[in-house]
């Protein structure tokens, strides 16, 4: 264990087909590290919400399923590493890099600092499946609760009204659906996962930066393995704040 926490040392990839947990697990895992997470996914869905320039040249590719191209996901990127909570210079990165053209881009962009570890989520087609099919997102807080798959009548009323009739269990607000989470977006998703991130992870592994970790327990059993296996590379570059 390291003697002092280095936050600026801590620079985490959260990769993993859809629906494996990045987004879960890389809240959890920058909490415990005192860093900001930065989903590229999020920041992409913001501008759509937003109506910006940048919403209307990726909304397209996000309802297709399909990577945004390169300058246009790095653009969004960079512009969140420059806010104030990012200067520590530690994150958590979830949904980047994506290829191995985006680890070189990133790398480029940390030199001479580096990537601290790369944190591998693995889990099977049909549970992550059964994991987005059974998605709720709270349209207020961003919340997505792990829950059972819904059963038929509310599988068949949310693909009606892509509301379900339950309220986020943190603040009350209303559950959607990602308009993503259909079978069809699905399958052009982990395409695109088996298409660019596979040859990324053989990429970081060939590095010695990949940890895997088995995402199919429940959430607090994934956050306490990716914490162990992250744990050795933490130390190794002075990262990991006493105690965790
Ligand atoms: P993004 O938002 O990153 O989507 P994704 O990669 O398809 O991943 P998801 O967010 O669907 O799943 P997740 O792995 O985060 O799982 P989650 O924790 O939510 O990207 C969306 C789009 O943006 C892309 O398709 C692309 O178009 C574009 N994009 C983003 N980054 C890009 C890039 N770098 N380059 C180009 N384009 C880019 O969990 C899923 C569900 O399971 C939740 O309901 C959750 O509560 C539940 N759950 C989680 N863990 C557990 C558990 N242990 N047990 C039971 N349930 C669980």
């Known amino acids: 264990m390291a003697d002092a926490w280095n936050p600026a040392a801590t620079r985490i990839l959260v990769l993993g087909r859809p629906g494996s947990g990045k987004g879960t697990q890389g809240v959890r895992v920058a909490e415990q590290l005192g860093v900001p997470h930065i989903s590229t996914g999020d920041l992409l869905r913001a501008e759509v919400e937003a109506g910006s320039s940048l919403g209307a040249v990726v909304a397209e590719h996000l309802e297709a399923g399909e990577l945004v191209d390169d300058d246009h996901v790095g653009q969004a990127l960079l512009r969140r590493l420059g ?8 994150f958590v990165l979830d949904g980047y890099p994506r290829s191995i053209a985006q680890a070189i881009a990133l790398e480029r962009f940390l030199a001479p600092d580096h990537f ?41 009323a949310a693909r009606t009204t892509g509301v379900f009739d339950d309220s986020c269990g943190r603040c009350g607000g209303t559950l959607r659906r990602r308009s993503d989470d259909d079978v069809q977006v699905i399958r052009a998703r982990f395409d695109e996962f088996e298409r660019w991130t596979k040859p990324l992870l053989d990429w970081l592994d060939r590095r ?37």
């Open 208 to 244: 010695s930066l990949l940890v895997s970790v088995d995402a199919s327990s429940a959430p607090d059993v994934v956050t306490a393995s990716a914490l162990d296996a992250l744990r050795p590379r933490l130390d190794r570059f002075g990262a990991t704040p006493l105690g965790v």
């Open 83 to 90: 806010e104030a909570d990012a200067s520590v210079g530690g």
């Open 116 to 156: 601290t570890a790369a944190l591998e989520l693995v889990l099977s087609e049909r549970e992550a499946t059964h994991r987005l099919l059974a998605r709720f997102v709270c349209t207020d807080c961003g919340h997505s609760p792990a829950r059972p798959r819904p059963t038929a009548t509310e599988g068949a």
